[in-house]
């Protein structure tokens, strides 16, 4: 069974301050995936990345930094929070074949 | 760029009852067409997907339809329960290695 773990799982952060996701997965798959996901957008992709070292801007990635310093490892920086970032962020991995995605649990952010 | 709409955001069937649920693209150049379900409070999970070399996939209760012509896809879901209550995500991409474009999400209700 395909496994993405993320923590924290509930943060809240003050305006300006600094927040890391981190997310792991078991599944040795090379891809890795930050998406927030607000009503009434669905998910949307922050970053990516293709393997250890890489990190790839996705669709929004504006206020946001990412990094992956393993196989495993792929985290989600924000280094100066603000309330419009306030969501629920999803860690998936992938094959390199880009077929089934497998999400983590979810991680909620709220920035006061 | 590719554009994925879900235009119901939520659908009500009675248990028993099937459920349609309808998503339009935007590119000609989409070929892969997964499908994923978020309960309650969970992550999301694939269910189905299909490729636009076939028009039709089905497996058990769930069939996806795709009309390339009118750029629509469409699940559906045969004698509805009550655990298929949830999130119903569409996704498009030009291929598998692509990256996904999602709509906004349907919430399918099952009532008694």
């Known amino acids: 069974e395909a496994a993405v773990t993320q923590s924290p799982r509930n943060k809240v952060a003050v305006t300006g301050g600094k927040v890391t996701l981190s997310c792991n997965q078991t599944?040795?798959?090379?891809?890795m995936y930050w998406y927030r996901q607000d009503t009434g957008h669905g998910l949307r992709l922050i970053h990516y990345?293709?393997?250890?070292?890489?990190?790839e801007k996705g669709d929004i990635p504006d206020g946001y930094k990412a990094s992956r310093p393993s196989q495993e490892n792929f985290s989600l920086i924000l280094e100066l929070a603000t309330p419009s970032q306030t969501s629920v962020y999803f860690c998936?991995?992938?094959?390199?074949?880009?077929?089934?995605?497998?999400f983590g649990e979810g991680s909620r952010l709220i920035v006061v | 760029g590719e554009k994925v709409e879900q235009h119901q955001s939520t659908l009500s069937v009675r248990e028993g009852d099937s459920a349609v649920i309808n998503c339009t693209y935007t590119?000609?150049?989409?070929?892969?067409f997964p499908w994923y379900k978020q309960e309650a409070g969970k992550s999301l999970h694939f269910v189905i997907d299909?490729?636009?070399n076939v028009d039709r996939k089905q497996s058990q209760r769930l069939t996806v339809l795709l009309d390339k012509k009118a750029k629509r896809f469409s699940l559906h879901i045969t004698a509805t329960q009550p655990e298929d209550s949830a999130i119903y995500f569409c996704?498009?991409?030009?291929?598998?290695?692509?990256?996904?474009?999602w709509g906004s999400g349907t919430k399918l209700i099952i009532k008694p």
């Open positions: 599944n040795n798959h090379n891809n």
């Open positions: 998936a991995s992938g094959d390199s074949s880009g077929n089934t995605l497998y």
């Open positions: 996704a498009a991409s030009m291929d598998s290695n692509y990256q996904l474009i």
């Open positions: 299909i490729r636009s």
């Open positions: 990345s293709y393997g250890a070292g890489s990190t």
């Open positions: 590119d000609t150049a989409s070929s892969y």
